[in-house]
């Protein structure tokens, strides 16, 4: 038979489990506080018109600066994975594999970014923009400066390059559209930017198409000869940021505070447009000239985060030529943008949204 416990005894057990569950919960709550956060940031640093959601924010620490550091994270530590690649498709690869939380690309390779989460369950969202130049300037074709090759039309049946799935792809799947020419037009070969440079120096291609900053680069070292140039197709080009949706779900206020460290390596970029074209030279190996041309006043692209109207407009332009040619799966862009980081950190920071959306 078994001692029944007295009244006293029984409320000394209750109190001490009741002291156990609360130590528990402490220390729970401040494994809590006291995790690692580890965010990937897949950034492209030698195209130009996304340096201030990269590389600036890396060497200025910038996003240290803004990261959250109350409420749920108290104490919480950072671990930033920074990632660099050449263009947009490795970047989406890293954030299907979720290695890379946030990420950004051109508008080509954003949207097969958004198709490509959606149809694997690793959905994205487009969360701002880093540049724009609203009639396509910054991509081009350019082929070696002793070239007999003037125009689009003189590239007929010629090998030429480009990185596939990048912004400039998606400039010259258009460009034959709007000159209605079908894709065998030209040999078309992937390559990135370095090798389709070096290829092109050497002539063992006949042009090369490329996003920014390639197509003012090679002319300005002396290696080529610009034929085509974006704003021939009339289409908005742009560079944007994604992340993961279940990053921005679990981490609201780091995304927020990612888009407030992209706004202030705005705010560097126009307060000393030739200190920071000399230090993104620096850092980038990219001339400060062609730099300057992108990024100092009234340059080829504006840096504005903002996810106007126009740039949807311009992305259905760019989905139906993908679908065209069976390029891209569904998207449901109602679901994949989503402004309300933005809107967040423009709020925080005391600044309104809506006036320069317009």
């Known amino acids: 038979m078994f001692e029944k416990s007295s009244p006293a005894k029984r409320g000394r057990v209750l109190r001490r489990a009741a002291t156990y569950a609360v130590a528990v919960l402490s220390l729970s709550a401040a494994s809590l506080h006291a995790q690692t956060i580890t965010i990937g940031i897949g950034t492209q640093n030698t195209t130009t018109n996304t340096v201030t959601g990269g590389i600036v924010l890396k060497e200025l620490g910038l996003l240290e600066k803004h990261l959250p550091k109350t409420g749920k994270y108290k104490d919480a530590k950072y671990q930033l994975n920074w990632q660099n690649f050449t263009s947009g498709p490795p970047v989406t690869n890293g954030m299907m594999a979720d290695n890379i939380h946030i990420g950004m690309m051109g508008d080509y390779p954003l949207m097969v970014n958004g198709a490509t989460g959606q149809a694997t369950g690793n959905e994205t969202q487009l969360v701002a923009i880093i540049a724009y130049n609203e009639f396509g300037g ?200 989503n402004d309300r980081y933005v809107r967040q950190a423009f709020k925080d920071l005391g600044k309104d949204y809506d006036a320069q959306l317009k």
């Open 138 to 337: 910054g991509n081009g074709i350019v082929v070696p400066k002793d070239s007999p090759y003037y125009g689009l039309a003189d590239l007929k049946g010629k090998q030429v390059s480009v990185p596939f799935g990048s912004a400039a792809h998606g400039m010259m799947l258009n460009a034959l559209r709007l000159h209605g020419l079908k894709p065998d037009f030209w040999t078309l070969i992937s390559q990135s930017p370095e090798i389709g440079s070096t290829n092109l120096k050497e002539k063992r291609i006949d042009g090369h198409g490329d996003f920014v900053p390639f197509a003012e680069l090679l002319p300005f070292r002396g290696i080529a000869r610009k034929i085509f140039d974006g704003v021939e197709t009339k289409e908005p080009t742009f560079h944007g940021v994604v992340i993961r949706k279940d990053f921005g779900e679990k981490y609201p206020e780091i995304v927020v505070a990612y888009i407030k460290a992209l706004m202030e390596a705005n705010d560097w970029v126009r307060a000393d447009p030739r200190l920071a074209a000399e230090k993104i030279a620096d850092w980038t190996k990219i001339d400060k000239e062609v730099v300057y041309i992108f990024l100092g006043p009234n340059g080829v692209h504006t840096l504005d985060p903002t996810i106007k109207p126009r740039w949807g407009e311009a992305m259905k332009v760019g989905y139906d030529v993908l679908q065209s040619m069976n390029l891209i799966k569904p998207l449901d862009t109602a679901k994949w943008v």
